[in-house]
């Protein structure tokens, strides 16, 4: 069982969430709900999990596939329901760069793979989101 424990850090809306290990990081609200943006959005943060959820896929397929990737970025965009609570992901988008001497068809397997198979984030995000995905590589 995974266990995040999360706190108060002030009067508003900020909360650190720390880990069984005891990694930390800080959220907090916009400031129109009450929050000053000392943090992550919670809906921001699941973005970025889902972002560091797919490099891992990625980087471990392309060793691997024994490329070169020498380093990798990820852009990830959501779009989310309007006027309505709970505001739901309808549309999330991951682009991909990744540097290094990398085979244009194995870098695509990897990403398909990750994103329609492997990261937990992702697949639970399609649930209400059209996922996709796209990659340039930079030598």
Request: hydrophobic content about 35%; proline content about 3%.
């Amino acid at each position: 069982m995974i266990t995040i424990e999360l706190s108060r850090v002030n009067e508003g809306c900020a909360m650190e969430a720390v880990n069984e290990s005891g990694q930390k990081i800080l959220l907090d609200g916009s400031p129109a709900d009450g929050g000053q943006d000392l943090g992550m959005r919670p809906m921001q943060t699941l973005l970025a999990a889902m972002g560091a959820c797919s490099a891992i896929d990625v980087i471990s397929i392309l060793r691997k596939q024994r490329e070169e990737l020498k380093d990798i970025k990820i852009t990830v965009t959501g779009e989310r329901q309007k006027e309505v609570t709970p505001s739901l992901y309808t549309e999330v988008h991951a682009h991909y760069k990744l540097y290094g001497k990398i085979d244009p068809l194995k870098a695509k397997k990897a990403i398909d793979l990750s994103v329609g198979k492997y990261c937990s984030v992702a697949k639970t995000l399609e649930k209400t989101a059209t996922v996709t995905s796209s990659f340039e590589i930079i030598s």
